[in-house]
């Protein structure tokens, strides 16, 4: 116990010196990537504590080489992405409430069909607001995108806007069936991979954390993200993608779309892109869908969530499996596929995050 109360104490001293932000990302002893989090979810340090031998100089070395500071926290390390305790997950477990399972190509989505699509709007140098990308809602403050839309050069991200369907009106109906107004959102900060283009088209996944709490409604819920194993690295045959953007008459779309795509494996995706000249090598952590019979990911969708319904929580839930990062811009024309970030490779990274 006496080196247990040294340790604790030496983790304070060294804290207080740190200037990390509210479970930020960081760097840890052993050189890997890192989150600064309260002690007790650090699973590896955790295990030292409850050692029965004498906890070893090295040992010691290491925890106190890990404190970092958390504001409002006592005691703060900078821990391994994948030995952050999962149990204090901040994700839902009610999400995906979809009202339709049925899929087809290009087509409009109902109205109340994926209430966490996210419209991304920013403002461009002159002081105009645009849409952009799209999102994923995943908690009550957090927006799931592509980092590339969020590491924009010639216009700044300025807000998200949720619960929109029609972008053309302010409520939005179906037959006597009307959708409260949109939600326009306030960003409160962003964080992007670390590894984001490294190489070149890969890690592209990034968060928004929002201003304020998002109230869920009916046109307004948390997309589920595939927490379990079995969801981390199941392929399914097709996948459905949801969002703005250009329709076959090369214009964007004001009515959310959905198409069903069908999945490409990676070897194969690469030998297209080989023989129409792209620069793209994929990782393990990046699948490919759709290039055919004009459905595919379009200027616009970019961020959006690819997904499929599978049974979570003992019920049929919508979960996102992949977001749109980058394609060959012909949307389906020449059969190329498109390159989505594989959402299950990143669970740690995405809930080590959400505790800031």
């Not at 207080?16 to 989150?35: E, F, H, R, V, Y």
């Not at 890969?202 to 993200?225: A, E």
């Not at 990782?283 to 599978?310: H, I, Y």
Request: charged content about 20%.
């Amino acid at each position: 116990m006496k080196t247990m109360f040294l340790i604790i104490a030496s983790l304070t001293l060294c804290a207080l010196s740190k200037i990390n932000a509210q479970d930020s990302p960081c760097t840890t002893p052993s050189n890997t990537p890192g989150m600064c989090i309260p002690v007790d979810r650090c699973r590896n340090i955790i295990k030292i504590f409850k050692l029965q031998r004498p906890i070893s100089s090295h040992q010691l070395q290491y925890i106190r080489q890990s404190a970092c500071h958390i504001p409002d926290t006592k005691y703060a390390v900078c821990c391994q992405l994948n030995e952050i305790d999962p149990a204090q997950s901040l994700l839902p477990t009610e999400c995906g409430v979809t009202t339709d399972d049925r899929i087809s190509n290009g087509e409009n989505a109902g109205l109340f069909e994926f209430p966490w699509m996210a419209l991304l709007r920013y403002r461009e140098f002159n002081g105009e607001i645009v849409d952009g990308c799209a999102g994923s809602l995943i908690t009550e403050r957090f927006v799931l995108t592509a980092a590339h839309c969020i590491k924009v050069k010639s216009k700044t991200l300025d807000h998200v806007r949720l619960g929109e369907y029609n972008k053309k009106t302010y409520v939005d109906c179906v037959s006597q069936d009307c959708a409260d107004p949109p939600q326009d959102i306030k960003i409160e900060h962003t964080v992007i991979h670390p590894q984001y283009n490294t190489p070149k088209f890969s890690n592209d996944i990034g968060l928004i954390r929002l201003r304020q709490t998002v109230v869920f409604q009916d046109h307004i819920k948390p997309i589920c993200l595939p927490i379990t194993p079995e969801f981390q690295k199941i392929n399914y045959p097709r996948y459905i993608l949801t969002g703005w953007g250009k329709t076959e008459n090369d214009q964007l779309s004001n009515v959310l779309q959905k198409a069903t795509l069908p999945r490409v494996d990676n070897e194969q995706c690469m030998q297209v892109f080989k023989l129409n000249q792209l620069p793209i090598k994929l990782t393990e952590k990046q699948m490919c869908a759709g290039g055919k019979n004009f459905t595919d990911s379009c200027r616009g969708d970019s961020g959006g969530p690819l997904g499929m319904v599978g049974k979570l929580n003992k019920a049929p839930r919508f979960i996102q499996f992949g977001v749109v990062s980058v394609g060959s811009n012909s949307c389906g024309v020449q059969n190329v596929p498109s390159v989505y970030t594989r959402v299950g490779e990143y669970m740690d990274w995405i809930e080590g995050h959400l505790h800031s």
